[in-house]
């Protein structure tokens, strides 16, 4: 569903973002697309929404240039920014306009994750604070039905019960027909969510795997003190180390941020 391959991209000519960067992702995932700050993971969502262009790297996105912006690609892609604004409109009215362009959009399904998360549509979309309008655009998005739903830090700025609700919601309406990408920092609020993690640093992907490999090629444990053998990885937390060690077969619970700070540190968990 996404192939990029030697992307080069910086904002200027003397930096540099991407360097030869190439993902291949397949339908059937939510993944996490995880990085520090400024390491270009809007970007990189920009770049594959077509909203940027890349003019000399391959990038196919649902088989086709996203650059090109072709209205199939469009109707089949939705991207929940960071950052957005909504016009001065009720979410009655903002459906009537937007629905049509999504062949598979759902009302019915969009009705019921409004109601989940108690949205009310007889407000004007301006009227909102920004967690109910970004509550309102990630039920839009998710009824859209679209094979690609990209989400930017989509739990910033949501409450406590709404990021439940949204892990609810987005596990419980997408199919493997469908590729969800959710750059985030907030690796709590998707853990139990995403399948697959993705990692970019120092302008490449340096880290693409599904949690269950993960999960069975590494253990995940936590000692009161340092380990002096076998540890792969380890750092201070409260009352101790947190470790990762090879794995003994069985299934280990993964720690997402230790698994972060670890391939960061240049650790290689592929
Ligand atoms: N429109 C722009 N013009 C110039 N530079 C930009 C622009 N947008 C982003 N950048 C720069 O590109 C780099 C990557 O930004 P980007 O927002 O993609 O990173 P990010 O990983 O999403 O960051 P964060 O986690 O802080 O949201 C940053 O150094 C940023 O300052």
Aim: proline share 5%; glycine share 6%.
């Amino acid at each position: 569903m996404i192939q990029i391959s030697n992307l080069n991209f910086g904002y200027r000519p003397t930096f540099q973002l991407f360097n030869n960067l190439s993902i291949t992702q397949e339908p059937g995932s939510i993944t996490g697309l995880l990085g520090v700050n400024g390491s270009g993971k809007s970007t990189l969502l920009k770049i594959i929404a077509g909203l940027i262009d890349a003019p000399q790297a391959s990038i196919k996105v649902m088989n086709k240039a996203p650059f090109r912006r072709y209205p199939s690609f469009l109707e089949e892609l939705f991207l929940v920014p960071e950052d957005f604004i909504l016009p001065e409109i009720t979410i009655r009215k903002y459906i009537k306009i937007n629905a049509k362009f999504y062949p598979n959009f759902s009302q019915e399904k969009l009705e019921e994750i409004i109601f989940q998360f108690g949205i009310n549509t007889r407000h004007k979309l301006t009227n909102f604070s920004h967690g109910q309008k970004k509550k309102f655009l990630i039920a839009f998005a998710l009824s859209t039905n679209c094979k690609l739903l990209l989400f930017d830090e989509p739990t910033n700025g949501l409450d406590i019960p709404s990021k439940t609700i949204f892990r609810q919601v987005l596990a419980s309406s997408v199919n493997e027909n469908q590729l969800v990408l959710i750059s985030t920092h907030q690796v709590k609020d998707v853990e139990n969510l995403i399948d697959k993690i993705l990692i970019i640093n120092q302008g490449k992907i340096v880290f693409n795997q599904s949690l269950w490999d993960v999960s069975e090629k590494y253990a995940f444990t936590t000692s009161t003190k340092p380990e002096k053998e076998n540890a792969i990885y380890q750092e201070p937390s409260a009352g101790g180390e947190k470790i990762i060690k090879p794995g003994n077969g069985a299934p280990s619970t993964v720690d997402i941020e230790l698994l972060f700070n670890a391939v960061i540190h240049g650790i290689d968990l592929n």
